[in-house]
């Protein structure tokens, strides 16, 4: 049974920009009041149809990740303080990031990503959200 009251991903598309993924989060996912970026760059996510680009930003409240589509809008998905579960480094570049889900208690991204300090700062991150 999924709890309501925690904190939870979810999965939109993104409005689309022809200035590329920056534009279309910005677009999409406007910073708040306060929010600020701790982190941004390029990743590859694995997905069933393969390992497209896509975006990561880590800012003060939330983690997006923006994966690129050839066919259709893009999507993000945004993770919320609270909702982060874990970060691990599995292989090389590649890390593991769980989360709950928009319907589910925990969903994977697995992603590469060439980001200096990335686990440590999704450690960290992880370390100072509230407690749910």
Do not use: C
């Amino acid at each position: 049974m999924v709890d309501d009251r925690e904190p939870r991903a979810q999965v939109l598309n993104a409005a689309y920009a022809f200035a590329g993924m920056t534009a279309e989060l910005e677009k999409t996912m406007p910073l708040g009041n306060g929010e600020t970026i701790i982190a941004q760059g390029n990743v590859r996510v694995r997905t069933w149809y393969g390992e497209p680009r896509s975006l990561l930003r880590l800012t003060n409240r939330r983690l997006f990740i923006l994966v690129h589509r050839a066919f259709g809008p893009d999507r993000i998905t945004v993770v919320p303080a609270g909702a982060l579960q874990s970060a691990d480094q599995q292989s090389g570049s590649w890390l593991t990031i769980t989360f709950r889900g928009p319907r589910t208690k925990s969903d994977t991204f697995r992603m590469q990503s060439f980001l200096l300090g990335l686990l440590d700062l999704l450690k960290q991150w992880l370390i100072d959200q509230p407690p749910s």
